[in-house]
């Protein structure tokens, strides 16, 4: 059973920095490609960051220069440096496969980034 769980959110102010951290159970993970996916308030969740298993990346425009997605493949783990964060950037955020699968949903960490 796949279990995925993020950790590593918080309050910062703008222009700080936060280090979310993403642990998988579970053999899939070191096959897959990960991501990093957010949902403000009242909006759709949304795809910032990808991993595929042998380390290339992509990042949605909005983050793109401000975030790193890395993983650990012997420790189940994908991180997501965020820097230069913005107001904008508050959210929770979760991990999941790119694409996501549904029942692996996690509780997320919420990131809140102050003005």
């Known amino acids: 059973q796949v279990q995925l769980v993020e950790s590593g959110g918080g309050l910062v102010q703008a222009g700080g920095s936060l280090r979310l951290s993403c642990a998988a159970t579970?053999?899939?993970?070191?096959?897959?490609?990960m991501g990093w996916y957010r949902q403000a308030a009242g909006r759709q969740r949304e795809l910032v960051a990808a991993?595929?298993?042998?380390?290339?990346?992509t990042y949605a425009d909005s983050v793109k220069g401000r975030f790193i997605i890395s993983r650990d493949n012997a420790e189940n783990t994908v991180f997501l440096q965020m820097n230069s964060l913005k107001c904008e950037d508050t959210a929770v955020y979760y991990c999941?496969?790119?694409?996501?699968?549904?029942?692996?949903w996690g509780q997320g960490t919420q990131v809140t980034v102050s003005s």
């Open positions: 579970g053999s899939i993970f070191r096959i897959r490609a």
């Open positions: 991993i595929t298993s042998g380390g290339t990346t």
């Open positions: 999941n496969l790119v694409p996501p699968i549904g029942s692996y």
